[in-house]
């Protein structure tokens, strides 16, 4: 593949901002610009997709809502876990928006299984789970034959929210995260794991991580 994959480290990105730098990176690209993969944790706040249903939304309480553009139910984002932007040009890899889900949730299970976690995905519930339990959200947006939006890997963090929502629309699933199943993780490493995996699933070659939008 003659172009490189640029991927991000954004560290702690305010939502908001980052949706607006999504939006704007897919509807300016060209065919000439490269993938790119941001990686990032956002402070906690629900985000419900274009079909999302306010049934779902049980107690939010002083934790904000925003609707946004990508596919799916509710779900909830916040410190310690590792969310994954997938900006790729779906048309001049040739392939379609399933096959993109089927690269993010394989590169989810490696990265789970490289960390002696068993996971598996759903054909018809999106995501990856351990023990029927969610440990990955994914929703994504496709414009002008380009994705956007991405993953959500539960990692190190406070699970309790979800409480507040039926997960991606499903009335008492139970969530999960990383830390909970192998003690010995963190989410520096984690970030470097599913970068890689990602990539390799995608036909690049393991991209160096760059800090920040520049």
Aim: aromatic share 8%; charged share 20%; proline share 5%.
């Amino acid at each position: 593949m003659s172009l490189d994959l640029i991927c991000r480290d954004l560290g702690v990105a305010d939502y908001a901002d980052t949706w607006e730098r999504m939006k704007d990176f897919t509807q300016s690209r060209s065919r000439d610009d490269a993938d790119e993969i941001w990686l990032l944790e956002h402070p906690p706040l629900f985000t419900q997709g274009q079909a999302g249903k306010l049934e779902h939304l049980l107690a939010p309480g002083d934790i904000p809502v925003i609707q946004v553009d990508r596919g799916g139910q509710v779900t909830y984002h916040g410190p310690g876990q590792l969310v994954a932007y997938v900006l790729i040009d779906l048309k001049r890899l040739g392939i379609g928006v399933r096959d993109l889900v089927n690269v993010i949730e394989n590169a989810i299970v490696h990265t789970l299984k490289a960390n002696l976690i068993e996971a598996y995905a759903k054909p018809d519930a999106p995501g990856v789970y351990v023990d029927e339990q969610k440990i990955a959200s994914l929703g994504l947006r496709v414009r002008r034959g380009c994705s956007f939006h991405g993953l959500a890997l539960n990692v190190d963090m406070d699970l309790t929210p979800f409480n507040r929502i039926n997960p991606c629309g499903y009335q008492g699933l139970q969530m999960v995260d990383m830390k909970r199943l192998n003690k010995n993780i963190n989410v520096s490493n984690i970030k470097v794991q599913l970068a890689n995996q990602l990539a390799e699933q995608l036909g690049y070659t393991y991209p160096a991580i760059q800090q920040g939008w520049k």
